[in-house]
Protein backbone atom coordinates (compact mmCIF):
# COMPACT_ATOMS: atom_id res chain seq x y z
CA UNK A 1 0.00 0.00 0.00
CA UNK A 2 1.81 3.06 -1.19
CA UNK A 3 1.79 6.57 1.14
CA UNK A 4 4.16 8.86 2.16
CA UNK A 5 5.78 10.48 5.45
CA UNK A 6 5.26 14.33 5.90
CA UNK A 7 7.30 15.87 8.78
CA UNK A 8 4.98 17.77 11.10
CA UNK A 9 6.11 19.99 14.36
CA UNK A 10 5.00 18.78 17.94
CA UNK A 11 2.93 22.04 17.93
CA UNK A 12 1.32 20.41 14.94
CA UNK A 13 -0.45 17.45 16.61
CA UNK A 14 -3.73 17.73 17.93
CA UNK A 15 -3.76 17.51 21.63
CA UNK A 16 -0.39 16.79 22.34
CA UNK A 17 0.09 19.35 24.54
CA UNK A 18 -2.50 18.15 27.15
CA UNK A 19 -1.54 14.65 26.72
CA UNK A 20 0.31 12.66 28.89
CA UNK A 21 2.57 10.34 27.67
CA UNK A 22 4.36 9.05 31.03
CA UNK A 23 2.59 5.26 30.47
CA UNK A 24 4.48 4.82 27.15
CA UNK A 25 7.63 5.43 28.50
CA UNK A 26 6.58 2.84 30.79
CA UNK A 27 5.79 0.58 28.01
CA UNK A 28 9.05 1.76 26.14
CA UNK A 29 11.26 0.54 29.04
CA UNK A 30 9.29 -3.04 28.92
CA UNK A 31 10.24 -3.51 25.07
CA UNK A 32 14.14 -2.47 25.66
CA UNK A 33 14.25 -5.25 28.26
CA UNK A 34 12.61 -7.38 25.69
CA UNK A 35 14.27 -6.45 22.57
CA UNK A 36 18.15 -6.52 24.25
CA UNK A 37 17.60 -9.05 26.54
CA UNK A 38 15.37 -11.67 24.60
CA UNK A 39 14.96 -11.20 20.78
CA UNK A 40 15.23 -7.80 18.63
CA UNK A 41 11.87 -6.85 16.91
CA UNK A 42 11.81 -7.89 13.37
CA UNK A 43 12.21 -4.66 11.27
CA UNK A 44 9.00 -3.75 9.21
CA UNK A 45 9.13 -2.28 5.71
CA UNK A 46 9.35 0.85 6.55
CA UNK A 47 12.78 0.50 8.10
CA UNK A 48 12.67 1.35 11.68
CA UNK A 49 15.05 -0.97 13.39
CA UNK A 50 15.29 -1.65 17.17
CA UNK A 51 18.71 -0.22 16.81
CA UNK A 52 17.02 3.57 15.64
CA UNK A 53 15.28 2.88 18.92
CA UNK A 54 18.01 1.81 21.57
CA UNK A 55 18.76 5.70 21.88
CA UNK A 56 15.30 6.16 23.28
CA UNK A 57 14.69 3.53 24.92
CA UNK A 58 17.49 3.66 27.07
CA UNK A 59 16.87 7.41 27.77
CA UNK A 60 13.34 5.76 29.17
CA UNK A 61 15.27 4.57 32.04
CA UNK A 62 15.27 7.62 33.91
CA UNK A 63 11.78 8.95 35.70
CA UNK A 64 9.29 11.25 34.16
CA UNK A 65 7.32 12.54 37.26
CA UNK A 66 5.02 15.04 35.05
CA UNK A 67 3.27 14.87 32.27
CA UNK A 68 5.81 17.98 30.79
CA UNK A 69 8.68 15.93 31.44
CA UNK A 70 6.96 12.97 29.93
CA UNK A 71 6.17 15.31 26.78
CA UNK A 72 10.01 16.79 26.63
CA UNK A 73 11.38 13.42 26.65
CA UNK A 74 9.54 12.41 23.63
CA UNK A 75 10.23 16.17 21.75
CA UNK A 76 14.00 15.46 22.51
CA UNK A 77 14.49 11.41 21.23
CA UNK A 78 11.39 11.62 18.38
CA UNK A 79 10.54 13.55 14.94
CA UNK A 80 6.64 13.26 14.14
CA UNK A 81 5.82 12.24 10.68
CA UNK A 82 2.47 12.23 9.53
CA UNK A 83 1.33 8.79 7.88
CA UNK A 84 -0.27 10.04 4.98
CA UNK A 85 -2.12 7.34 2.19
CA UNK A 86 -2.16 7.84 -1.14
CA UNK A 87 -5.39 6.78 -1.96
CA UNK A 88 -6.85 9.09 1.21
CA UNK A 89 -6.19 11.65 3.55
CA UNK A 90 -6.43 10.20 6.82
CA UNK A 91 -6.34 6.51 8.47
CA UNK A 92 -8.79 4.18 10.31
CA UNK A 93 -9.15 3.42 13.82
CA UNK A 94 -10.90 0.78 15.69
CA UNK A 95 -10.50 -0.30 19.18
CA UNK A 96 -10.29 -4.12 21.51
CA UNK A 97 -9.81 -4.71 24.85
CA UNK A 98 -9.79 -8.02 27.53
CA UNK A 99 -13.00 -9.80 27.90
CA UNK A 100 -13.34 -11.27 31.71
CA UNK A 101 -15.42 -14.31 31.63
CA UNK A 102 -16.98 -16.42 34.11
CA UNK A 103 -15.75 -20.55 33.24
CA UNK A 104 -15.58 -24.08 34.83
CA UNK A 105 -12.99 -26.04 34.75
CA UNK A 106 -14.91 -28.74 33.36
CA UNK A 107 -18.33 -28.97 31.22
CA UNK A 108 -21.92 -28.93 32.85
CA UNK A 109 -25.19 -28.31 31.70
CA UNK A 110 -24.92 -24.57 31.53
CA UNK A 111 -21.18 -24.43 30.96
CA UNK A 112 -20.46 -26.07 27.63
CA UNK A 113 -18.56 -23.99 25.09
CA UNK A 114 -14.80 -24.69 25.45
CA UNK A 115 -11.61 -22.64 24.75
CA UNK A 116 -9.12 -24.90 23.45
CA UNK A 117 -4.74 -25.35 23.31
CA UNK A 118 -3.07 -25.43 20.78
CA UNK A 119 -3.27 -28.64 19.33
CA UNK A 120 -0.24 -31.39 18.53
CA UNK A 121 -1.20 -31.53 14.63
CA UNK A 122 -0.77 -28.04 14.05
CA UNK A 123 1.78 -26.51 12.37
CA UNK A 124 3.49 -23.11 11.25
CA UNK A 125 3.90 -22.65 7.65
CA UNK A 126 5.83 -20.67 5.13
CA UNK A 127 7.19 -20.74 1.61
CA UNK A 128 10.03 -23.21 2.54
CA UNK A 129 7.25 -25.56 3.85
CA UNK A 130 3.51 -24.32 2.70
CA UNK A 131 2.03 -26.93 -0.32
CA UNK A 132 1.80 -26.03 -3.85
CA UNK A 133 -1.60 -24.37 -4.51
CA UNK A 134 -2.00 -23.74 -0.58
CA UNK A 135 -3.25 -19.85 -0.10
CA UNK A 136 -0.66 -17.61 0.84
CA UNK A 137 -2.46 -16.42 3.49
CA UNK A 138 -2.59 -19.92 5.21
CA UNK A 139 0.73 -19.33 8.57
CA UNK A 140 -0.70 -22.38 10.02
CA UNK A 141 -1.69 -26.26 8.95
CA UNK A 142 -2.53 -29.68 9.54
CA UNK A 143 0.22 -32.61 9.40
CA UNK A 144 -1.36 -34.97 8.49
CA UNK A 145 0.40 -38.52 7.60
CA UNK A 146 3.41 -36.78 6.61
CA UNK A 147 1.70 -34.23 4.54
CA UNK A 148 0.40 -30.76 5.49
CA UNK A 149 -3.35 -29.96 4.40
CA UNK A 150 -5.62 -27.21 5.18
CA UNK A 151 -6.83 -27.09 9.49
CA UNK A 152 -10.55 -27.95 9.76
CA UNK A 153 -12.33 -24.92 10.32
CA UNK A 154 -14.23 -22.89 12.75
CA UNK A 155 -17.59 -25.32 11.96
CA UNK A 156 -15.46 -28.65 11.88
CA UNK A 157 -14.16 -27.84 15.40
CA UNK A 158 -17.20 -26.86 17.01
CA UNK A 159 -19.04 -30.07 15.59
CA UNK A 160 -16.55 -31.85 17.13
CA UNK A 161 -13.39 -32.44 15.27
CA UNK A 162 -11.31 -31.51 18.35
CA UNK A 163 -13.73 -33.68 20.93
CA UNK A 164 -11.87 -36.37 23.24
CA UNK A 165 -7.84 -34.57 23.14
CA UNK A 166 -7.92 -32.92 26.26
CA UNK A 167 -7.43 -29.90 24.66
CA UNK A 168 -9.64 -28.13 26.57
CA UNK A 169 -8.72 -25.59 29.18
CA UNK A 170 -12.19 -24.04 30.27
CA UNK A 171 -15.86 -23.71 29.73
CA UNK A 172 -17.74 -21.04 29.02
CA UNK A 173 -21.52 -20.65 29.67
CA UNK A 174 -21.80 -18.93 26.03
CA UNK A 175 -20.88 -19.65 22.09
CA UNK A 176 -20.91 -16.62 21.77
CA UNK A 177 -18.56 -15.05 24.82
CA UNK A 178 -16.39 -17.64 23.21
CA UNK A 179 -16.64 -16.37 19.94
CA UNK A 180 -15.92 -12.62 20.85
CA UNK A 181 -13.11 -13.77 23.07
CA UNK A 182 -11.71 -15.57 19.75
CA UNK A 183 -11.81 -12.30 17.94
CA UNK A 184 -9.60 -9.98 20.87
CA UNK A 185 -7.41 -12.76 21.35
CA UNK A 186 -7.56 -13.15 24.67
CA UNK A 187 -9.24 -12.89 28.10
CA UNK A 188 -9.07 -13.14 31.66
CA UNK A 189 -11.41 -16.44 33.21
CA UNK A 190 -13.30 -15.86 36.30
CA UNK A 191 -13.53 -19.37 38.37
CA UNK A 192 -16.50 -20.34 40.82
CA UNK A 193 -13.79 -19.99 43.71
CA UNK A 194 -13.01 -16.65 42.54
CA UNK A 195 -9.96 -17.28 41.25
CA UNK A 196 -8.89 -15.82 37.93
CA UNK A 197 -6.51 -16.72 34.86
CA UNK A 198 -5.72 -15.34 31.61
CA UNK A 199 -6.08 -16.57 28.09
CA UNK A 200 -3.99 -15.40 25.33
CA UNK A 201 -3.39 -16.37 21.46
CA UNK A 202 -1.46 -19.37 20.39
CA UNK A 203 -2.09 -20.24 17.15
CA UNK A 204 -5.42 -20.48 15.23
CA UNK A 205 -6.25 -22.55 12.47
CA UNK A 206 -5.11 -20.34 9.45
CA UNK A 207 -8.15 -19.67 7.66
CA UNK A 208 -8.80 -15.83 6.40
CA UNK A 209 -10.86 -13.49 9.32
CA UNK A 210 -14.16 -12.31 8.11
CA UNK A 211 -16.05 -10.38 9.90
CA UNK A 212 -18.97 -11.15 11.10
CA UNK A 213 -20.56 -7.70 11.41
CA UNK A 214 -19.80 -6.95 7.53
CA UNK A 215 -21.79 -9.99 6.70
CA UNK A 216 -24.87 -8.75 8.65
CA UNK A 217 -24.52 -5.60 6.87
CA UNK A 218 -23.95 -6.73 3.63
CA UNK A 219 -27.19 -9.14 4.27
CA UNK A 220 -29.06 -6.02 5.78
CA UNK A 221 -29.65 -7.16 8.97
CA UNK A 222 -27.48 -4.45 10.73
CA UNK A 223 -27.45 -0.63 9.98
CA UNK A 224 -23.53 0.10 8.98
CA UNK A 225 -23.89 3.41 10.78
CA UNK A 226 -24.60 1.80 13.74
CA UNK A 227 -22.70 -1.18 14.24
CA UNK A 228 -21.22 -2.11 16.62
CA UNK A 229 -20.09 -5.48 19.41
CA UNK A 230 -23.30 -4.54 21.13
CA UNK A 231 -25.40 -4.50 17.94
CA UNK A 232 -24.00 -7.87 16.59
CA UNK A 233 -24.89 -9.51 20.01
CA UNK A 234 -27.84 -8.13 20.44
CA UNK A 235 -28.67 -9.72 16.39
CA UNK A 236 -27.16 -13.00 17.56
CA UNK A 237 -29.58 -13.05 20.79
CA UNK A 238 -32.45 -12.44 18.92
CA UNK A 239 -31.87 -14.75 16.18
CA UNK A 240 -30.61 -17.61 17.85
CA UNK A 241 -31.84 -20.00 15.47
CA UNK A 242 -29.52 -18.58 13.00
CA UNK A 243 -26.02 -17.70 15.09
CA UNK A 244 -24.38 -20.73 14.39
CA UNK A 245 -24.35 -20.08 10.48
CA UNK A 246 -23.50 -16.69 11.11
CA UNK A 247 -20.77 -17.28 13.28
CA UNK A 248 -18.99 -20.50 10.98
CA UNK A 249 -18.91 -17.93 8.16
CA UNK A 250 -15.53 -16.59 10.07
CA UNK A 251 -13.65 -19.89 9.67
CA UNK A 252 -10.69 -18.66 11.84
CA UNK A 253 -10.61 -20.71 14.82
CA UNK A 254 -8.50 -19.44 17.66
CA UNK A 255 -6.61 -21.36 20.22
CA UNK A 256 -4.84 -20.25 23.51
CA UNK A 257 -2.48 -20.97 25.99
CA UNK A 258 -2.66 -20.13 29.57
CA UNK A 259 -0.89 -17.60 31.77
CA UNK A 260 -1.28 -16.01 35.44
CA UNK A 261 -2.58 -12.09 36.01
CA UNK A 262 0.31 -10.63 37.20
CA UNK A 263 -0.43 -7.08 37.21
CA UNK A 264 -4.14 -6.56 37.43
CA UNK A 265 -3.87 -2.96 35.98
CA UNK A 266 -2.08 -4.23 32.41
CA UNK A 267 -3.28 -6.11 30.17
CA UNK A 268 -2.03 -9.69 28.29
CA UNK A 269 1.14 -10.06 27.24
CA UNK A 270 0.75 -9.47 22.84
CA UNK A 271 2.63 -9.89 19.89
CA UNK A 272 5.31 -7.90 21.40
CA UNK A 273 5.95 -10.30 23.79
CA UNK A 274 5.13 -7.33 27.17
CA UNK A 275 1.86 -6.68 28.60
CA UNK A 276 -0.64 -3.98 26.69
CA UNK A 277 -0.96 -1.14 28.78
CA UNK A 278 -4.39 0.12 28.70
CA UNK A 279 -5.47 3.27 26.82
CA UNK A 280 -1.76 3.38 25.29
CA UNK A 281 -0.84 0.49 23.37
CA UNK A 282 -1.52 0.15 19.65
CA UNK A 283 -1.95 -2.88 17.39
CA UNK A 284 -0.56 -2.11 13.84
CA UNK A 285 0.13 -3.56 10.44
CA UNK A 286 2.93 -5.42 11.36
CA UNK A 287 4.43 -6.51 7.77
CA UNK A 288 5.52 -1.99 7.96
CA UNK A 289 5.93 -1.30 11.37
CA UNK A 290 7.89 -2.22 13.94
CA UNK A 291 7.08 -2.87 17.26
CA UNK A 292 8.44 -0.52 19.89
CA UNK A 293 7.60 2.53 17.71
CA UNK A 294 5.10 5.48 19.19
CA UNK A 295 2.04 6.53 17.41
CA UNK A 296 0.22 9.57 17.66
CA UNK A 297 -3.61 9.46 16.83
CA UNK A 298 -5.91 11.97 16.24
CA UNK A 299 -9.54 12.15 15.43
CA UNK A 300 -12.01 14.92 15.58
CA UNK A 301 -15.00 11.99 15.92
CA UNK A 302 -13.86 10.10 18.30
CA UNK A 303 -14.83 11.74 22.27
CA UNK A 304 -16.22 8.81 24.04
CA UNK A 305 -12.86 7.68 24.86
CA UNK A 306 -11.95 11.10 26.51
CA UNK A 307 -15.36 12.03 27.96
CA UNK A 308 -16.50 14.13 25.34
CA UNK A 309 -13.15 15.91 24.09
CA UNK A 310 -11.58 15.12 20.54
CA UNK A 311 -9.40 11.71 20.62
CA UNK A 312 -6.06 12.88 20.78
CA UNK A 313 -2.94 10.72 22.30
CA UNK A 314 0.46 8.72 22.17
CA UNK A 315 0.80 5.62 21.85
CA UNK A 316 3.10 2.18 21.61
CA UNK A 317 3.05 -0.27 18.79
CA UNK A 318 3.01 -3.57 20.88
CA UNK A 319 0.47 -5.37 18.78
CA UNK A 320 -0.72 -6.58 15.23
CA UNK A 321 -3.92 -8.17 13.71
CA UNK A 322 -5.42 -10.32 10.56
CA UNK A 323 -7.62 -6.83 10.38
CA UNK A 324 -4.90 -4.50 11.04
CA UNK A 325 -3.87 -3.96 7.50
CA UNK A 326 -2.35 -0.60 6.16
CA UNK A 327 0.25 1.93 7.22
CA UNK A 328 -2.65 4.57 9.05
CA UNK A 329 -4.14 1.81 10.85
CA UNK A 330 -4.43 0.91 14.32
CA UNK A 331 -6.70 -1.03 17.16
CA UNK A 332 -6.28 1.23 20.09
CA UNK A 333 -6.33 -1.69 23.31
CA UNK A 334 -8.81 0.04 25.69
CA UNK A 335 -8.49 -2.75 29.02
CA UNK A 336 -9.55 -5.58 30.66
CA UNK A 337 -13.83 -6.32 31.79
CA UNK A 338 -17.05 -5.03 30.47
CA UNK A 339 -16.21 -1.07 30.96
CA UNK A 340 -13.07 -1.68 28.97
CA UNK A 341 -15.51 -4.05 26.03
CA UNK A 342 -18.03 -0.84 26.39
CA UNK A 343 -15.59 1.73 25.03
CA UNK A 344 -14.03 -0.10 22.43
CA UNK A 345 -17.54 -1.89 20.71
CA UNK A 346 -18.19 0.88 18.87
CA UNK A 347 -14.77 2.70 18.31
CA UNK A 348 -14.68 2.79 14.23
CA UNK A 349 -13.22 6.48 13.20
CA UNK A 350 -11.61 8.01 10.50
CA UNK A 351 -7.85 9.37 12.60
CA UNK A 352 -4.51 11.16 11.48
CA UNK A 353 -2.02 8.96 12.29
CA UNK A 354 1.66 10.25 13.05
CA UNK A 355 4.68 8.14 13.66
CA UNK A 356 7.67 9.40 15.79
CA UNK A 357 11.13 8.34 14.21
CA UNK A 358 13.95 8.47 16.69
CA UNK A 359 16.06 11.57 15.89
CA UNK A 360 19.38 9.85 14.28
CA UNK A 361 17.15 8.22 11.92
CA UNK A 362 14.29 10.91 11.07
CA UNK A 363 17.21 11.99 7.71
CA UNK A 364 16.76 9.01 6.38
CA UNK A 365 12.35 9.69 5.63
CA UNK A 366 13.23 13.76 5.07
CA UNK A 367 12.34 14.83 2.78
CA UNK A 368 8.83 12.89 1.84
CA UNK A 369 9.56 9.49 1.18
CA UNK A 370 7.01 7.37 -0.55
CA UNK A 371 6.63 3.74 0.50
CA UNK A 372 4.68 0.88 -1.18
Keep these: MAFHLEPVSFSELPGWSADDPAPVIASLRRCHRHATEVKPYKTGSLGISVGDLLPAFEAAGSDFSDAAAARAFFEAQFVPFRICPEEKRT??????????IEVRAGPDAEFRFPFYRRPSDLVDIDDTNR???MDPCF??????????????????IEEGFLAGRGLEIAYA??????????????????????????????????????????????????DAATVSMASIRAWLAAHADR???????????????EAPVEEEGLGPVAA????LEPG???AVDRLIHTFGVPFYVASETLTHLDGGHPFGRLMLALDTGSAIVGPARGDIFTGSGDQAGELAGCVRNDADFFIFVPRAAAVRYRPQSSHG
Design 173 to 222: RSKVDVFFVHVQGAARLIYPDGSRRRITYAAKTGHRFSAVGKLLIDRGEI
Design 131 to 133: PEG
Design 280 to 282: RSL
Design 91 to 100: GFVTAFYEPE
Design 139 to 156: VFGRRRDGRIEEYPDRRA
Design 272 to 275: AKVP
Design 243 to 257: ADEVLWHNRSFIFFR
